[in-house]
């Protein structure tokens, strides 16, 4: 459908318009958590919800997660493009391969079009963490995959309602039947959780299909699709201005910068910026090839990083949409980890990669110091097929994200113990990990002077300890466990982090050993066995003691705090 300009914008009504395609995104999301049962979905909010317009360009969102969001405009382009005039009202199309454009396999991604006369006038979409889809380890987030299949369920695109008829026996195949045929995996070892999860899914989209054909009553649909269209272009001018903002900061149009992995696979990026057009072009031209692993990102997920810091760097309350990719050129190698081949894992490039992404990028303008750039990724389980006599057992998966520190900047400190830059999910309470999972946990708080030193102090990261009280397979995804988050403009380091595992002492009578297991390693640990994970710190900035004046660190809409403590990079103050 082409969306026609009605008129010129009204500044309030564009205000308004913004604020009323959040607050569809917002309800979708409170129906999601209210409706969903696992822990990952409904008490660490690891979801997100969005708005799209009829030819699947972001519209708006709520302050969900920067990784899903980037990439979901991908998804739906695909979907649509899939499907076509075959999408009826009811329909509901679900995915999660990168190869349709989705980020890692755990990650289920719900799209429905809502529907006016016959025709498509928007796209609602949900995407969420679901705790287990099968592979080869409980959890789906496996610390040694290569292969995409050992990573669980892969589903290109499956429509999963048609016409409001919900396909129960197709899903059970894709869930559970499909991923248990290649050697050494298992399919869902919950299936109930993820069928149930997925139904909430469904229901949210729903919901934001409703509140849209309600807006849609009340202004009619050529106001509304005219503000869609105004809300990017406004988005688009203020990442133009941020370009040329950035040339005249450093006095020239080519932007420069390159980051390692752990295990020293560079990521480089040039930037070129035409100041008169307002444009750049973003090249990857010199990054490592794709890995023998699981550090492979999407093309989509990289997306994501770009998008996220452009809106993060721009100092106008705008909503994150597709308005602030239309300046931007992303050339990325065809023979790189950021553009694997279809048969590559990914798990980690979603979760490690895309953070290390977002790193390169603001050192690249400039912003900040480098954040703790990982999401210490922890997930343990049981159940599945027995590798040695194929029986299955039902069980469960548990995952979660760890907070760290963020960068400083040039007049403000980094904050400490927060999920920054590409996730933004709560983290389990006590109570509710240790009442549902078979763990104690023994400590969870900030790491002294883990944030690098300067004029301005990088964020502390946190220390989480916990006991397991039954034999259980532990998989950790993690990275600056080799290399510290950078600091900038004379500022020192953050601290690498470090994951300690403390064998039980009760079969032995040597005393406990600490045991340094790396960033990556999956360790089946006995009852009474200890798990300690400190995580990284953010980069200081600047000379000590030449510290000026402190700015706080803004809380924008379309990133606020998701948890108990506030996060958002600060990056959104560099300019």
Same mark, same amino acid.
């Given at each position: 459908?082409?969306?026609?300009?009605?008129? =010129?914008?009204?500044?309030?009504?564009?205000?308004?318009?913004?604020?009323?395609?959040?607050?569809?995104?917002?309800?979708?999301?409170?129906?999601?958590?209210?409706?969903?049962?696992?822990?990952?979905?409904?008490?660490?909010?690891?979801?997100?919800?969005?708005?799209?317009?009829?030819?699947?360009?972001?519209?708006?969102?709520?302050?969900?997660?920067?990784?899903?969001? @980037?990439?979901?405009?991908?998804?739906?382009?695909?979907?649509?493009?899939?499907?076509?005039?075959?999408?009826?009202?009811?329909?509901?199309?679900?995915?999660?391969?990168?190869?349709?454009?989705?980020?890692?396999?755990?990650?289920?991604?719900?799209?429905?079009?809502?529907?006016?006369?016959?025709?498509?006038?928007?796209?609602?979409?949900?995407?969420?963490?679901?705790?287990?889809?099968?592979?080869?380890?409980? @959890?789906?987030?496996?610390?040694?995959?290569?292969?995409?299949?050992?990573?669980?369920?892969?589903?290109?695109?499956?429509?999963?309602?048609?016409?409001?008829?919900?396909?129960?026996?197709?899903?059970?195949?894709?869930?559970?039947?499909?991923?248990?045929?290649?050697?050494?995996?298992?399919?869902?070892?919950?299936?109930?959780?993820?069928?149930?999860?997925?139904?909430?899914?469904?229901?949210?989209?729903?919901?934001?299909?409703?509140?849209?054909?309600?807006?849609?009553?009340?202004?009619?649909?050529?106001?509304?699709?005219?503000?869609?269209?105004?809300?990017?272009?406004?988005?688009?001018?203020?990442?133009?201005?941020?370009?040329?903002?950035?040339?005249?900061?450093?006095?020239?149009?080519?932007?420069?910068?390159?980051?390692?992995?752990?295990?020293?696979?560079?990521?480089?990026?040039?930037?070129?910026?035409?100041?008169?057009? /307002?444009?750049?072009?973003?090249?990857?031209?010199?990054?490592?090839?794709?890995?023998?692993?699981?550090?492979?990102?999407?093309?989509?997920?990289?997306?994501?990083?770009?998008?996220?810091?452009?809106?993060?760097?721009?100092?106008?309350?705008?909503?994150?949409?597709?308005?602030?990719?239309?300046?931007?050129?992303?050339?990325?190698?065809?023979?790189?980890?950021?553009?694997?081949?279809?048969?590559?894992?990914?798990?980690?490039?979603?979760?490690?990669?895309? =953070?290390?992404?977002?790193?390169?990028?603001?050192?690249?303008?400039?912003?900040?110091?480098?954040?703790?750039?990982?999401?210490?990724?922890?997930?343990?389980?049981?159940?599945?097929?027995?590798?040695?006599?194929?029986?299955?057992?039902?069980?469960?998966?548990?995952?979660?994200?760890?907070?760290?520190?963020?960068?400083?900047?040039?007049?403000?400190?980094?904050?400490?113990?927060?999920?920054?830059?590409?996730?933004?999910?709560?983290?389990?309470?006590?109570?509710?990990?240790?009442?549902?999972?078979?763990?104690?946990?023994?400590?969870?708080?900030?790491?002294?002077?883990?944030?690098?030193?300067?004029?301005?102090?990088?964020?502390?990261?946190?220390?989480?300890?916990?006991?397991?009280?039954?034999?259980?397979?532990?998989?950790?995804?993690?990275?600056?466990?080799?290399?510290?988050?950078?600091?900038?403009?004379?500022?020192?380091?953050?601290?690498? @982090?470090?994951?300690?595992?403390?064998?039980?002492?009760? =079969?032995? =009578?040597?005393?406990?050993?600490?045991?340094?297991? /790396?960033?990556?390693?999956?360790?089946?640990?006995?009852?009474?066995?200890?798990?300690?994970?400190?995580?990284?710190?953010?980069?200081?900035?600047?000379?000590?003691?030449?510290?000026?004046?402190?700015?706080?660190?803004?809380?924008?809409?379309?990133?606020?705090?998701?948890?108990?403590?506030?996060?958002?990079?600060?990056?959104?103050?560099?300019?």
């Amino acid at each position: 459908m082409t969306i026609a300009y009605t008129y =010129q914008p009204d500044p309030i009504l564009l205000s308004l318009f913004s604020n009323r395609f959040m607050s569809v995104a917002e309800a979708m999301g409170r129906s999601l958590q209210q409706t969903s049962i696992s822990t990952n979905i409904k008490e660490r909010l690891d979801y997100s919800c969005a708005l799209f317009g009829p030819e699947g360009d972001l519209v708006a969102n709520a302050p969900f997660i920067p990784v899903h969001l @980037g990439s979901m405009s991908h998804c739906v382009k695909y979907q649509l493009a899939k499907h076509g005039s075959t999408l009826k009202p009811g329909d509901v199309i679900l995915s999660n391969s990168p190869n349709s454009f989705g980020s890692h396999l755990p990650d289920l991604t719900a799209v429905t079009p809502v529907f006016d006369e016959g025709k498509i006038i928007f796209f609602t979409a949900s995407r969420a963490h679901h705790a287990d889809i099968g592979g080869i380890i409980a @959890g789906s987030m496996p610390s040694n995959s290569k292969m995409l299949h050992e990573e669980g369920a892969e589903i290109l695109s499956f429509k999963v309602v048609s016409q409001g008829v919900f396909d129960s026996k197709g899903l059970y195949k894709l869930l559970v039947e499909d991923p248990a045929q290649y050697p050494g995996c298992s399919g869902c070892r919950n299936y109930g959780d993820v069928e149930s999860d997925l139904k909430a899914q469904i229901a949210a989209n729903h919901k934001g299909a409703t509140l849209l054909s309600k807006l849609v009553q009340e202004y009619s649909l050529p106001v509304v699709h005219s503000y869609m269209r105004f809300i990017r272009d406004n988005a688009a001018t203020a990442v133009r201005q941020l370009l040329r903002d950035a040339a005249d900061k450093v006095g020239g149009t080519t932007l420069k910068a390159v980051d390692y992995m752990d295990d020293g696979t560079p990521i480089h990026l040039t930037v070129e910026i035409d100041k008169e057009l /307002g444009n750049a072009r973003f090249d990857f031209t010199g990054t490592g090839p794709q890995i023998y692993g699981n550090l492979n990102a999407p093309v989509s997920v990289v997306h994501s990083a770009i998008i996220y810091c452009m809106r993060a760097m721009v100092g106008e309350d705008i909503p994150l949409n597709a308005g602030c990719l239309v300046p931007l050129d992303i050339y990325i190698p065809e023979d790189c980890f950021l553009n694997p081949g279809p048969t590559a894992a990914v798990c980690a490039g979603n979760v490690l990669t895309s =953070q290390r992404i977002t790193d390169t990028v603001l050192k690249a303008f400039g912003a900040c110091a480098a954040s703790q750039g990982c999401c210490n990724n922890l997930s343990f389980g049981a159940g599945g097929k027995d590798p040695v006599t194929g029986e299955v057992r039902k069980g469960w998966g548990y995952y979660e994200t760890i907070a760290g520190g963020s960068g400083a900047g040039p007049s403000w400190d980094g904050a400490s113990g927060v999920h920054c830059h590409m996730t933004n999910t709560r983290i389990t309470d006590p109570e509710i990990l240790e009442r549902r999972y078979p763990v104690i946990l023994h400590q969870f708080g900030y790491r002294p002077n883990s944030g690098g030193d300067g004029a301005f102090v990088g964020g502390n990261g946190v220390i989480r300890e916990m006991e397991f009280l039954e034999p259980i397979t532990v998989s950790l995804l993690t990275e600056r466990r080799a290399r510290a988050p950078y600091g900038a403009a004379g500022g020192a380091d953050g601290s690498m @982090g470090r994951n300690i595992w403390i064998p039980s002492t009760a =079969q032995s =009578q040597s005393p406990a050993r600490h045991v340094n297991i /790396g960033g990556k390693a999956t360790v089946p640990m006995n009852e009474g066995d200890r798990l300690i994970i400190e995580t990284p710190g953010g980069g200081g900035w600047g000379v000590k003691g030449q510290r000026g004046e402190v700015k706080p660190v803004a809380v924008s809409k379309t990133f606020e705090a998701r948890g108990s403590v506030a996060e958002r990079t600060s990056a959104e103050n560099a300019f």
